[in-house]
């Protein structure tokens, strides 16, 4: 059964930082485009970021480039997002999740497996 489980999230001020991470079970992980998205309330899922299967492309939202960092471990079967310089915008329901297809910026529907998510507070 394919799992990917957030965690790392929580409650931060204002300029601090947190990393997230996602470990991933039941599929070949370097064979998965990982991509970081968020739901923030009362607006829709965005994509935050992606990272390609071995970590050599990278693709960030303009609201976060400069500031957030994805990685991966793929002996880890995990990837990771960190999130310096976090504003109260930032404040939203962060998901995990895996595409089969090699490319960073593709939509949320070509992604296969997505993880519950892990909630993350910035306060002010």
């Known amino acids: 059964q394919v799992q990917l489980v957030e965690s790392g999230g929580g409650l931060v001020q204002a300029g601090g930082s947190l990393r997230l991470s996602c470990a991933a079970s039941?599929?070949?992980?370097?064979?998965?485009?990982m991509g970081w998205f968020r739901r923030a309330p009362g607006k829709e899922r965005e994509r935050v970021a992606s990272?390609?299967?071995?970590?050599?492309?990278?693709y960030y939202s303009d609201s976060v480039k400069g500031r957030f960092t994805a990685s991966r471990d793929n002996a880890k079967n995990t990837v990771y997002l960190q999130m310096n310089s976090l504003k109260p915008e930032d404040t939203a329901v962060y998901y995990c999740?895996?595409?089969?297809?090699?490319?960073?910026?593709?939509?949320?529907?070509?992604?296969?497996?997505w993880g519950q998510g892990t909630q993350v507070t910035v306060s002010s």
């Open positions: 999740a895996a595409s089969r297809r090699p490319w960073v910026n593709g939509p949320p529907g070509e992604y296969d497996h």
């Open positions: 039941g599929l070949i992980f370097s064979a998965q485009t």
């Open positions: 990272i390609s299967w071995i970590g050599s492309s990278t």
